[in-house]
């Protein structure tokens, strides 16, 4: 009988875990499966990341490559399982929801992502955090993010890198949307999305300026 129970039980699991799976190649068809075992879906995100990080924020970029941290290898469960190891039940569904509705871009978990990064970044940098400090910090964050927030930030990014898109790196042109998308007018934006939030290199690329004061009213 117990021996019955536990056999059904690791099938309920697989199930569970196989159904966990299907759920992530739906939210993210564009990537592919982050499950394969060459891992390339996943590097792929996290270079797409690490050119966001540099875009939208010069100084947070130069401080992890001086942490040999630039590979954002600490992001890598964010992405995996779309931060369902950071949100309770409730908030993981919520934000699956976005990201099914792939509102603005499929790739809207990026944004997310990168919003997290900026909103982490003053206590990194002033607190000097090192390579393995910089992985306790964002393990740390499992439970305590704040996904309204997080959403909210990731959306005012996203039209912020629409902005300017044609100035970006082709693998950041990839994942945003273009200037034409419909504009849900559902949340208050209080970002300056004008050419004053904007700046450019001298190779002509785009940097994004005061990135880290991102609001938004939902």
């Not at 130069?62 to 995996?80: G, H, K, P, T, V």
């Not at 393995?132 to 959306?155: T, V, W």
């Not at 990014?157 to 200037?179: E, G, K, N, T, Y």
Request: charge should be negative; hydrophobic fraction near 45%; glycine fraction near 4%.
């Amino acid at each position: 009988m117990h021996h019955a129970l536990a056999v059904h039980g690791d099938i309920v699991c697989a199930c569970v875990r196989a159904c966990v799976r299907a759920c992530v190649r739906v939210c993210t068809p564009l990537q592919g499966d982050n499950f394969a075992e060459d891992q390339e879906p996943m590097r792929k995100q996290l270079a797409t990341l690490q050119a966001m990080v540099k875009v939208a924020d010069p100084q947070l970029s130069e401080y992890l490559a001086a942490q040999d941290s630039d590979n954002l290898y600490f992001c890598f469960r964010w992405l995996l399982v779309l931060f369902k190891r950071e949100l309770d039940f409730d908030d993981t569904m919520r934000l699956w929801e976005v990201l099914w509705s792939n509102y603005l871009t499929p790739h809207f978990h990026l944004f997310c992502a990168l919003s997290l990064l900026l909103l982490v970044k003053d206590t990194v940098i002033s607190h000097k955090l090192g390579f393995n400090e910089i992985i306790k910090h964002i393990n740390e964050l499992s439970g305590k993010i704040d996904l309204g927030r997080m959403l909210s930030d990731a959306e005012v990014l996203c039209r912020r890198f629409m902005a300017v898109q044609s100035a970006l790196p082709p693998d950041v042109q990839r994942v945003v949307p273009l200037s034409s998308s419909p504009v849900d007018g559902s949340c208050d934006i209080t970002a300056s999305l004008d050419q004053q939030s904007v700046m450019c290199t001298a190779d002509g690329s785009a940097v994004l300026s005061s990135p880290s004061s991102v609001t938004a009213k939902c």
